[in-house]
C-alpha cells in the first residue's frame, strides 16, 4: 500500500490550496480516508477524515468551514480543499487511511490509521 500526497506549497493567508493523496491501494472503496497535520515541535493532529463511501465527513475544530474532504474513489484519490488558510495552518500535511466496515464511526486518533503517506508541506505567510 501506498499513499503519495502532493500539492503543497507557499500561500499568502487568505489564499487556497488544493491538496491530492493518490492511493495504490486495492479496494480502495473500503478505506476511510483521513487528513493530519503536524507542525514543528507540535503533535500530529487531525485534520479531517471521509468515509469509505464518501457519505459520511468530519473536520477538526480548527479547520471547520474553511476546509472541505472529497474523495474519487473510480481514481482512488482523496483531495483537501483548503480555503481561507491563516499562519497556523502552516504543517506538513499527511493523508492516511484507515481500514474498517462501513458502519463504524470516523476515527481521529493517528493510532486507528493503518497506513500513511509520506506528507507534503503548507506553508502559509501572514
Known sequence: VQLQASGG???QAG???RLSCAASIKSFDVYFMGWFR???GKEREFVAA???KGDRKLYGDSVK???TISRDNAKNRVYLQMNTLKP???AVYYCAADLKPPSVKI???PSE???WGQGTLVTVSS
Open 65 to 67: 468551514g474553511r476546509f
Open 113 to 115: 490509521y493503518d497506513y
Open 88 to 90: 497556523q495552518d502552516t
Open 50 to 52: 471521509i468515509s469509505s
Open 107 to 109: 476515527a481521529t486518533a
Open 15 to 17: 489564499g487556497s490550496l
Open 9 to 11: 506549497g507557499l500561500v
Open 38 to 40: 503536524q507542525a514543528p
